[in-house]
């Protein structure tokens, strides 16, 4: 049985589009048989890196100095063999969600490596992370709005030599409910969605047809451009 843990780290948790489309794909992969935790980054309290000097690799390596929430997480992700990113863009992220990444570092060997004419690391043995996958919404209309966060992502994972999986993206997320309930595409998107899901854990890949269906356009730019400006005009 595959182990995940799942790290939200929209600020609005259980309410927010990110999740509702991680409950998708956490679906999906408990359907393959896995066995997934998720985890809020907004509800763990989790200082920013404050050791100095790098205490986790050159004073104690694989311990932070640190005693705040990342000492229950520590623990969860060591065991986990698929790690997922929820994280909503938020020019780039939210910085509960900096905060718990940059404190990965006390998972990294304190061991450098030249790879690809680039410097590198692993994680220590005890930890069994293979695999890294990134679940993201946003309010705009273009997959490019993802950029930031996605190169992000893909770097830290190339960093400590685990495979990147690939991205579940969704823009224009608002547009996937009407009031509470989900549309005919919301609920098309999260099926999609589950589908990403089951497929990492049974197959190891999701395949390009599936993350293309749950991020397919659902309006026009222009129409979307026109409802979003008219909402700011109202506001004003």
């Known amino acids: 049985m595959k182990k995940v843990v799942a790290i939200n780290g929209n600020p609005r948790m259980e309410k927010g589009n990110t999740e509702m489309l991680l409950s998708g794909f956490i679906e999906g992969m408990k359907d393959a048989g896995s066995e997934v935790e998720e985890y809020y980054a907004s509800r763990l309290k989790v200082k920013s890196c404050t050791c100095g000097g790098m205490y986790c690799w050159y004073k104690k390596p694989g311990e932070c100095c640190t005693k705040d929430d990342m000492e229950l997480l520590y623990p969860k992700l060591r065991e986990a063999e698929i790690l997922v990113f929820a ?12 905060n718990i990444m940059n404190r990965l570092c006390a998972l990294v060997k304190p061991v450098l490596e030249w790879r690809d004419g ?3 690391a692993r994680f220590h ?16 209309w273009e997959q490019g709005n993802f950029g930031t966060l996605l190169r992000i992502v893909e770097e830290f994972a190339k960093v400590v030599s685990v495979e990147f999986t690939g991205a579940v993206l969704r823009a224009h997320s608002d547009l996937m409910k009407e009031g509470e309930a989900l549309t005919e595409d919301g609920e098309a998107v999260l099926e999609a969605a589950r589908k990403a899901g089951f497929e990492l854990v049974k197959d190891g890949v999701m395949s390009k047809q599936t993350l293309e269906a749950v991020s397919r356009p659902l309006i026009e730019e222009e129409q979307l451009r026109r409802i979003l400006n008219g909402m700011l005009k109202q506001a004003g």
Not at 87 to 93: A, G, L, M, Q, R
């Open 87 to 98: 994280i909503s863009v938020y020019v780039p992220f939210p910085g509960d969600m900096q």
């Open 118 to 120: 680039r410097t590198g």
């Open 125 to 140: 043995d005890d930890v069994r992370i293979e695999k890294m996958v990134l679940v993201s919404t946003c309010g705009w």
